[in-house]
C-alpha cells in the first residue's frame, strides 16, 4: 500500500449530495441497513445533535453484530465528550485516534488527518468535506450553517477507498504510526479513461506522498480547454496551481474561483489568500466570494473531469495532513457538480479587479499582515525540510 497509486476503474455509481440535510439523513439510513461492517474516517468530530445522531446509528449497529470501526483525528476529536467515547467502546465500536496531541512531538502534532470517508459493507462509499458537527447539520433543520458537499458511490471504486482505510487504519495502530516519511514522488500518474460512464479514481496524500493529489490537479488544470471551475474554503494555492490557473484563463478557458466570502471560520487565511486576487485577475480568472453561509466544500470541475474530497490544495493541506479526493469522469456526476457551482455562483459576490482596488485600508493592512506571515511561515518550514 505505501505509495501505491490507484488505477482508474469503470462501471461506478456516482451521486452528488449538497448539504447536510441531504447527506447525513442518506448516511444514517446506509448505516442502518449495513450487514456487515462499518468503516468511518474524520478529522472534525464534536460532541453536540449531529453527533448524537451518529453515534447512535453506530452503536446501534455495531450492538445488532456489525463491526464497526471508526478512526478520528487526535486534534479534530478533542471536542468529542470522554462519555460519548465511552458510548461506542461499551457498545462494542472499535475506536482509534491519529496521532493525539503530545506537548514533547512538538511540530510533528501538526501532521493531521483531514480525510471524510465513509463505507458500508465494502459496496457502499461517502467522501466529501463534511466533520460531524452541528455547523454541518442539526436534526430537522433544512439548512446547514455551513455549506458542504458529499458523493456517494457504489461499485468496483469502493475496494480501493477500503484499502485506502485499512492501510491507515493499521498503521494508527502500531506506536508512531502517523510519523511522516520521507516523500516519495509519483513516476506516473494513470492515463485519463477513455470515454463512458462511471469512471473513478482514489487520489490521496499520506505520510510517504503527497505528489498524487496535487499531480492529478496540475495535469487536469494544465490540459483544461473549456473550464476550470474550483471551489476551496482556504485558497492558500501552492505556486504551481496559480501559475496554472493564470495560464489557463490567459489562454481563454473559463477560470472561476469559487471561495468562503464574510462568513469564514479561520478569517485570517481568507486575508491571507486575497492577496493572490491581483494576478489572478489581471490574468482573466473570475473570483466569486459565497455570500450565503461559510463555503466548506473542496470541489473541482475541469472540462468534464471532477475531484470532490477533502483537500483544500493548500501548501498547509499537503505539508501535513492525510487527505482524499475522489477523481472522476462521469456525465451524471459532471452535470451535478455544474449545477451546484452555477447555484453557488449565483449566491455569491463576484470580485473585480475595480471592486478589490476599492476596498478599505483596513482589509489591505490584514491582507498585507496575514499574507507576509503565511510566507514566514512556509519559508522556515521549508528550511526545516
Not at 287 to 294: A, G, L, T, V, W
Request: hydrophobic share 40%; proline share 5%.
Amino acid at each position: 500500500m505505501p505509495g501505491t497509486i490507484f488505477p482508474w476503474r469503470s462501471a461506478n455509481q456516482f451521486v452528488l449530495l449538497r448539504d447536510g440535510s441531504t447527506f447525513f439523513p442518506r448516511m444514517l439510513e446506509v448505516i442502518e441497513g449495513a450487514q456487515r461492517q462499518i468503516e468511518l474516517e474524520l478529522y472534525l468530530i464534536e460532541s453536540g445533535a449531529c453527533s448524537d445522531a451518529l453515534l447512535q446509528a453506530l452503536c446501534t449497529a455495531s450492538q445488532r453484530g456489525i463491526a464497526v470501526r471508526c478512526l478520528f483525528d487526535g486534534y479534530g476529536s478533542q471536542a468529542l465528550r470522554q462519555a460519548d467515547r465511552r458510548r461506542l467502546s461499551v457498545a462494542g465500536v472499535q475506536l482509534r485516534f491519529y496521532n493525539p496531541l503530545r506537548w514533547r512531538r512538538g511540530m510533528r502534532n501538526f501532521y493531521r488527518d483531514h480525510r471524510k470517508l465513509l463505507l458500508v459493507d465494502g459496496e457502499q462509499a461517502f467522501v466529501g468535506g463534511t466533520g460531524s458537527t452541528d455547523e454541518f447539520w442539526r436534526p430537522g433543520e433544512a439548512q446547514s450553517l455551513w455549506h458542504e458537499v458529499m458523493v456517494e458511490i457504489a461499485g468496483p471504486l469502493v475496494e480501493d477507498w477500503l484499502q485506502l482505510f485499512e492501510h491507515q487504519w493499521q498503521a494508527s495502530g502500531v506506536r508512531r504510526g502517523w510519523r511522516r516519511a520521507a516523500l516519495q514522488g509519483v513516476k506516473r500518474l494513470p492515463s485519463p479513461p477513455p470515454e463512458g460512464p462511471g469512471w473513478g479514481r482514489v487520489a490521496y496524500a499520506d505520510a510517504r506522498q503527497h505528489r498524487d493529489i496535487l499531480q492529478a490537479l496540475v495535469r487536469a488544470l494544465r490540459g483544461g480547454q473549456q473550464r476550470i471551475w474550483l471551489a476551496t474554503p482556504y485558497f492558500l494555492p501552492t505556486w504551481k496551481v496559480r501559475r496554472a490557473l493564470r495560464k489557463a484563463a490567459a489562454s481563454g478557458v473559463d477560470v472561476r474561483l469559487l471561495t468562503s466570502g464574510r462568513h469564514s471560520d479561520h478569517p485570517p487565511v481568507r486575508f491571507a489568500g486575497e492577496r493572490y486576487y491581483p494576478k489572478l485577475l489581471k490574468a482573466g480568472v473570475r473570483i466569486f466570494e459565497y455570500q450565503p453561509r461559510f463555503l466548506h466544500l473542496k470541489m473541482v470541475l475541469v472540462d468534464d473531469w471532477v475531484s470532490v474530497g477533502s483537500c483544500n490544495f493548500d501548501h498547509w493541506n499537503l505539508r501535513f495532513n492525510l487527505d482524499a479526493n475522489l477523481e472522476a469522469h462521469d456525465s451524471e456526476l459532471t452535470e451535478q457538480v455544474l449545477a451546484c457551482f452555477q447555484a453557488d455562483f449565483t449566491d455569491s459576490l463576484e470580485i473585480s479587479l475595480e471592486l478589490w482596488q476599492a476596498q478599505p485600508w483596513w482589509q489591505r493592512v490584514q491582507q498585507r499582515l496575514w499574507g507576509w506571515l503565511d510566507r514566514l511561515a512556509v519559508n522556515l518550514l521549508d528550511r526545516r525540510r
